[in-house]
């Protein structure tokens, strides 16, 4: 009987369908599993389910933007240990320093490039897990 390895759940909460659904094929077509929000809210709700392996998120969205939700998870689920990846087409030096200072483990600028998320998202993922 072979042990099939199981793939990664990663959360992509970004505003912008053509873009979420853009990098979930990204990420699917690279051995991850997918799971697509378009807002923090929505999110936030599914965690009371499902923990996945990372969060990318986007920065600036509509109702509860990437900031709020990473507060909102540490706040809400204070035991979930979740590497966050932020993902932003900001130009903004305050935005790129609070995403740092909030912890986050990157910032990915868009538009990503495919290699670029993948690497990115399993470097991550390893670090977290070494750590």
């Not at 505003?15 to 659904?21: K, L």
């Amino acid at each position: 009987m072979s042990k099939e390895k199981k793939q990664p759940l990663v959360f992509v909460v970004e505003d912008n369908h053509a873009y979420r659904i853009l990098i979930g094929r990204i990420l699917e077509q690279r051995g991850f599993t997918v799971m697509l929000f378009e807002n923090g809210i929505k999110a936030l709700e599914m965690l009371s389910f499902v923990q996945p392996n990372i969060i990318l998120s986007d920065i600036q969205m509509p109702g509860m933007d990437g900031f709020e939700l990473f507060e909102e998870i540490k706040l809400k689920f204070p035991e979930a240990k979740i590497p966050f990846l932020y993902i932003s087409s900001t130009q903004s030096e305050s935005m790129i320093s609070k995403a740092n200072d909030m912890g986050s483990d990157t910032l990915i600028r868009k538009p990503a490039q495919p290699e670029e998320l993948f690497t990115v998202i399993n470097t991550t993922l390893k670090n977290f897990v070494a750590a």
